[in-house]
């Protein structure tokens, strides 16, 4: 209802935070599929903005792992945890890869709630990159962590802790060896992050780095895998 008032009235500056699949027919009923989005901020792409850091360092690569792992929470309960949790990591997947996902293999169980608390998603690009992300909300630690495997090069993120760590091989003209270890990263607190960043898109009339198009196509994602699960089970009980 929001964004469709709020583009109805003909403003342009909108902060969208949260992760219901309602939101991406009711972005897609406002604003149509047009290239420009307004001045749009997904607020909740965590994720992208945490890597921040790191991306310099990526390069087109083969394989990436993320985990992102959490106690059991006070809210969103109402929702699974692939929009809860995973969908920051989808996102950040859509930004670093760069290529149409072709195919969605996913699985998730509910332990504690009637709605999907762990799931685990496995999703292939065009490029020929391959992505592992596992989100849950019913461990006893916190883990957020991101691994990337591309050609002579290893990026590991603790988005816990901010730390950035890279491996390269080098080859000197005699035996290769693996190089590398802990980056200087400047900490900051995420979420304050991305209010500044959409604020001062507002302001500068500048688009935001995460825009209301990048956080559709993050919600379609989920989406998707949420759709794959749900087919999963249904198959299974067959």
Request: hydrophobic residues 45%; aromatic residues 6%; glycine residues 6%.
């Amino acid at each position: 209802f929001v964004i469709r008032a709020t583009a109805a009235a003909g403003l342009a500056d909108i902060g969208a935070k949260g992760a219901v699949p309602a939101l991406t027919s009711a972005w897609k009923d406002a604003y149509g599929d047009s290239t420009y989005v307004a001045r749009a901020a997904f607020l909740g792409a965590l994720a992208r903005l945490d890597a921040a850091a790191a991306r310099p360092l990526l390069e087109a690569p083969k394989f990436i792992e993320i985990h992102r792992i959490g106690v059991f929470p006070d809210r969103s309960l109402d929702i699974d945890v692939v929009f809860d949790l995973m969908i920051h990591d989808l996102d950040l997947l859509l930004a670093v890869v760069g290529s149409e996902v072709v195919a969605v293999e996913a699985v998730g169980v509910n332990v504690l709630t009637p709605r999907t608390d762990i799931a685990n998603a496995r999703l292939r690009f065009a490029s020929g990159c391959v992505a592992n992300v596992t989100a849950s909300r019913i461990s006893r630690d916190r883990i957020r962590k991101a691994r990337f495997f591309q050609r002579d090069a290893y990026i590991s993120i603790d988005f816990a802790e901010q730390e950035l760590e890279m491996y390269r091989l080098v080859r000197d003209g005699g035996r290769p060896s693996i190089q590398g270890g802990k980056l200087e990263v400047t900490r900051e607190e995420p979420l304050r992050r991305e209010l500044e960043d959409f604020l001062g898109a507002v302001r500068e009339q500048r688009q935001p780095m995460v825009t209301g198009r990048d956080g559709r196509a993050a919600l379609a994602l989920a989406t998707r895998v949420a759709q794959t699960m749900e087919t999963h089970e249904r198959s299974s009980l067959a």
